[in-house]
């Protein structure tokens, strides 16, 4: 895979960026790569661990003569960092992010972006329980969606040199806008992550089960759950206030059919139930068949 | 590791039959293995792979002169499977189960069981998404517990022998009694999974999203829910039907801490979900202290 781009910043060095480093040199996707981390901490590690070409002492450092600055902060904070590099952007520089939520990012980043600034918003499925600088490696985005949100009178070409990269760092590349970004991933990652926190909050708070139960019998479903809910919390935080309104409509949704089930429970109805599990059960074919997972009969064991 | 059981019938031969027939094997806990299963299909894939070392024509043949009997049908033909084989049971034999509900288990099965015949419900906590008699292997019980619900009365070398089965097959096994069974697994294993089927109905529902987007960007935490919404629907149908109490109960309890989170969604009230999402994370440490899941930062990824 050749060069795509001369300089790129990494702004934020959690799991994310992490693994875009390393994703990047697997393929010698950029000559150089400068990273900032907020935390001290972070950015001793970095340095520890070889991550980065150049870790700066600043957002404005790392960002200065880049070609492109790839915000990997919490959605809550892309904002300010938009604010802070702003006067150090290169003029035709393309700026990214890598937010799970689109519509609020776009509403906090781009009136900060100067004009001739190219901004082209972007969302990898990807992701593991784990999170901070020594979290990454580079085939987290190998066989893996990026959602790319181009903005009204981006340049096409800048739009396209970053779907090469993420093509580069093993992904595949889908455009689609805002608003439906947004909805699609309050449906597939969104509700299903606050849901996973809510059950194990549940469990947790049962005085009658005590916690040694409930975790040495894990393997029964909830194992799943507790994966899900070990995500980065100040991530997640963010993420449920900044796609407040498809969240709390699919949680609606979810709750509405939630209650027919239980009321099926109660009234004794075992064919509503089995008509509506021999459905579900056809979905997870269709995931199979997509390639988003394997058939192997390993539930929950890891490796 | 020594033979067990001289004669060993499996009633029912889907997945944890099935795999405790190869497990029984690999370590030669049991001399002869009878099966049954009540569709001819089942019968006929079980002598093609060869499952069991005698497949027989009813449940009564398979039981016949067997030391011991595992009913290993769903829970709702528990009661009617212990009538037919009762009549046939030697004296001494001992019956067990592995149904994932223990109360309305012991209720339905324990009335039919003759005198001198000694009655150790089990349930095993491992499974796959899989079901059916080509869905078993020998490892499944590999390091995962093995809940074993004596009776009042039950005559302790019978249970121990049910307890050293479970063992010689890979399991831990631990004692409990039947209510706190069906409370721990509501909130371990029947919830969530009402739960994932809900969601992963809710996602297909919705027209506004395409079920093939729902597919395609499964892999942002949705995935695991469908892997769990894909387990066999008759299995799971009896689960619920006959752990109502339970289940209904936790349910009411996730829906309360489900609508606390929502509430905190729209007043945005960053720090109450911040401190959940911290909270909760913690547990997914103990879990992997506990043994009953691995580290490895691959979420949702399988080999």
Redesign the interface.
């Given at each position: 895979m050749s060069q795509i781009y001369d300089r790129v910043a990494l702004i934020g060095l959690g799991l994310i960026a992490s693994s875009m480093y390393w994703a990047i040199k697997r393929s010698g996707l950029a000559g150089e790569v400068t990273g900032y981390a907020r935390s001290a901490e972070t950015r001793d590690t970095a340095r520890e661990i070889g991550l980065c070409d150049r870790v700066c002492e600043s957002a404005a450092e790392a960002a200065e003569g880049a070609d492109l600055v790839v915000l990997c902060v919490p959605v809550?904070v892309m904002g300010d960092v938009a604010a802070q590099i702003a006067p150090n952007l290169k003029p035709g520089a393309t700026v990214s992010d890598v937010g799970?939520v689109k519509a609020a990012v776009i509403e906090a980043v781009a009136p900060h972006l100067p004009e001739g600034v190219h901004f082209v918003p972007a969302h990898p499925?990807?992701?593991?329980?784990?999170s901070g600088p020594r979290?990454g490696?580079a085939e987290l985005f190998d066989n893996?969606?990026c959602?790319i949100v181009p903005q009204q009178g981006s340049d096409r070409a800048a739009v396209e040199r970053v779907e090469q990269l993420w093509q580069g760092m093993g992904s595949e590349t889908?455009e689609m806008d805002a608003d439906h970004h947004d909805?699609?991933?309050a449906?597939?990652?969104h509700?299903?992550?606050?849901?996973?926190?809510?059950?194990?909050?549940?469990?947790?708070?049962?005085r009658?089960?005590t916690?040694?139960?409930?975790?040495?019998?894990?393997?029964?479903?909830?194992?799943?759950?507790?994966?899900?809910?070990?995500?980065d919390?100040?991530m997640?935080?963010?993420v449920?206030?900044n796609n407040?309104n498809a969240?709390?409509e699919?949680?609606g949704?979810?709750?509405e059919?939630?209650f027919a089930?239980?009321r099926a429970?109660?009234t004794?109805d075992?064919e509503h139930?089995?008509e509506?599990?021999?459905?579900?059960?056809a979905?997870?074919?269709?995931?199979i068949e997509?390639g988003?997972?394997?058939d192997?009969?390993?539930?929950?064991?890891?490796?």
């Open positions: 809550g799970s499925l990807a992701g593991t329980e784990h979290a490696f893996r969606f959602l889908e909805l699609v991933l449906v597939t990652s509700a299903p992550h606050l849901i996973a926190y809510t059950m194990v909050g549940v469990a947790d708070d049962l009658r089960v916690d040694s139960e409930v975790i040495k019998f894990s393997a029964a479903g909830f194992r799943d759950f507790t994966r899900i809910a070990a995500s919390p100040t997640w935080r963010d449920f206030l407040k969240t709390l699919i949680l949704r979810f709750t059919e939630l089930l239980q429970i109660r004794g075992g139930l089995h509506y599990f021999t459905h579900t059960r979905i997870r074919r269709g995931i997509a988003q997972d394997t192997a009969p390993d539930f929950g064991r890891s490796k």
